[in-house]
């Protein structure tokens, strides 16, 4: 079986992006880690690359906060393209992607969520689930479309909130679940 392409992109430290290099090189997943990109120059998830030998790139995203310029989410494709990235893998991405890159990857763009969408949707999902005195929560991998965290859901993962949880070790509890759920997703799908 052909291994798929993967571009992994992230801003952040990069601990999914590890569990499913980690995953490639152990031989249980059927893909290949083409390239990783991330809109901060610093961040730990190049840092990971590097340690993997996985070509990496710094995508300057531009004048906007919340997401890339037009010129940069068109290079960001050129960048995928070249690469021959078949499954666009978001792994800590804080900025939506627009148009350019949805039609350039249709259905084929995954991101992980930690809550149990439809519930929580944006920013510091696991804060909010404990405010709202929820006694489980999770994570969710799903397909990116135009709405923010709103696109088909593929699996999800229950995590349990327990009484003594702050937001940092509840975090970390769904953070352990995301590392064992994102790779066996994108295994299913590689097959
Ligand atoms: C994950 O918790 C994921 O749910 C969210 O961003 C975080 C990325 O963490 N989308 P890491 O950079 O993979 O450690």
């Given at each position: 079986m052909?291994?798929k392409?993967?571009?992994i992109l992230?801003?952040?430290r ?5 569990a499913?290099l ?8 059927c893909a ?5 990109v991330s809109?901060v ?5 190049l840092?990971?690359a ?9 995508l300057?995203p531009?004048?906007?906060r919340?997401r890339?310029?037009?010129?940069s989410?068109?290079a960001?494709?050129?960048i995928?393209r ?6 666009v ?11 350019p ?7 084929r763009?995954l ?5 149990l ?6 920013l510091e ?12 929560t999770?994570?969710?991998v799903?397909?990116?479309?135009a709405g923010?965290d709103?696109?088909?859901i593929i699996a999800?993962?229950?995590?349990p ?7 940092e070790?509840?975090?970390e509890r769904?953070q352990?679940?995301?590392r064992?759920?994102?790779?066996a997703v994108i295994?299913?799908l590689?097959d």
């Amino acid at each position: 079986m052909a291994a798929k392409g993967l571009g992994i992109l992230g801003s952040g430290r990069g601990s999914n992006c590890r569990a499913i290099l980690e995953r490639i090189r152990a031989g249980d997943l059927c893909a290949e880690a083409r390239v990783v990109v991330s809109d901060v120059v610093d961040a730990g998830i190049l840092e990971i690359a590097r340690e993997f030998g996985v070509s990496q790139v710094y995508l300057p995203p531009g004048n906007f906060r919340t997401r890339l310029s037009t010129e940069s989410e068109l290079a960001l494709v050129r960048i995928l393209r070249d690469s021959a990235v078949e499954l666009v893998v978001l792994a800590g991405f804080m900025r939506v992607l627009k148009r350019p890159a949805l039609e350039a990857f249709p259905h084929r763009i995954l991101n992980i969520h930690p809550s149990l969408l439809p519930r929580f949707p944006g920013l510091e999902a696991w804060k909010q689930a404990l405010v709202a005195g929820e006694t489980v929560t999770g994570c969710t991998v799903h397909y990116v479309d135009a709405g923010v965290d709103r696109g088909e859901i593929i699996a999800q993962r229950e995590v349990p909130i327990l009484p003594q949880d702050t937001p940092e070790s509840l975090h970390e509890r769904i953070q352990i679940a995301e590392r064992q759920l994102y790779p066996a997703v994108i295994a299913e799908l590689c097959d």
